[in-house]
């Protein structure tokens, strides 16, 4: 059951309220990024949702402040959201910058495999500044005790790669990776090779801040997700940067 919004930590908004407004700036794929945290009240904020939210109203999501969304398309090989398509263009309607993402279930089928379903079936990208690069969620398997699925962590890692991979042949775009910095330092041993390919999209919630990053090399986190429930539809995020930083982003 959703539970009332709980504004971000006092002490998280007063240290946002101290930062610059502008930031040093790095790259991921071409992409210009920030390194410094943003803050709450004046910089994008953003929702994920999946078919538990059925039909958002995406233009009331709009006048609370959302500016970006990710949508689940698909899951393992099997499974497309069949929310997908009205979320996905109801949310451009409404004028919000959305991307689709990909649940993974590493145990089921390679990573190629599912990387060619979920392109198929939404994980697309084209650079018009209303797509969000393609996004893997990768975390604890919500369907087993195996956290890593069962594979070791260079298999993950391979598993992620291939992934990442196809995704890349097929859309021109390297996915967005979700997931904690615990999950992704217990199942992968992933180097500062893969990671510096890739935008983080961290997970922690009931926090102050984003907390230590996963292992592997990343300088700086690209999405937040803050909470489960909030004020938007699903979950709540962040973006590490401006509004026109998010529109290059999106852009690639």
């Known amino acids: 059951m959703a539970r009332d919004h709980r504004p971000l930590p006092r002490s998280f908004r007063r240290r946002s309220r101290a930062l610059a407004a502008t930031a040093a700036a790095i790259t991921i794929g071409g992409t210009v990024l920030t390194e410094v945290p943003v803050s709450a009240a004046g910089e994008p904020k953003g929702h994920d949702v999946s078919s538990h939210q059925k039909d958002v109203d995406w233009r009331s999501a709009k006048a609370k402040g959302a500016t970006f969304v990710y949508i689940k398309a698909t899951e393992s090989h099997t499974y497309r959201s069949p929310y997908f398509s009205r979320q996905y263009d109801g949310s451009r309607a409404a004028g919000l910058i959305r991307g689709a993402y990909h649940f993974a279930l590493p145990d089921k089928s390679s990573g190629i495999t599912q990387a060619r379903f979920f392109v198929r079936n939404g994980g697309a990208w084209r650079a018009d500044g209303w797509t969000l690069p393609p996004a893997l969620d990768v975390e604890y398997n919500p369907y087993g005790k195996k956290k890593c699925y069962g594979l070791d962590k260079a298999e993950m890692a391979?598993?992620?790669?291939?992934?990442?991979?196809?995704?890349?042949?097929?859309?021109?775009?390297?996915?967005?990776?979700?997931?904690?910095?615990?999950?992704?330092?217990?199942?992968?041993?992933?180097?500062?090779?893969?990671?510096?390919?890739?935008?983080?999209?961290?997970?922690?919630?009931?926090?102050?801040?984003?907390?230590?990053?996963?292992s592997g090399g990343w300088k700086f986190w690209t999405f937040w997700q803050y909470d489960n429930s909030g004020s938007l539809p699903g979950d709540q995020n962040l973006f590490n940067g401006s509004s026109a930083q998010l529109k290059r982003f999106a852009k690639g």
């Open 158 to 214: 391979g598993w992620i790669t291939a992934f990442s991979d196809e995704v890349d042949r097929l859309t021109g775009r390297r996915p967005v990776i979700y997931t904690t910095a615990h999950w992704w330092n217990t199942c992968t041993n992933s180097s500062s090779a893969f990671t510096s390919k890739h935008a983080l999209w961290l997970a922690r919630y009931d926090a102050s801040d984003p907390g230590t990053l996963p």
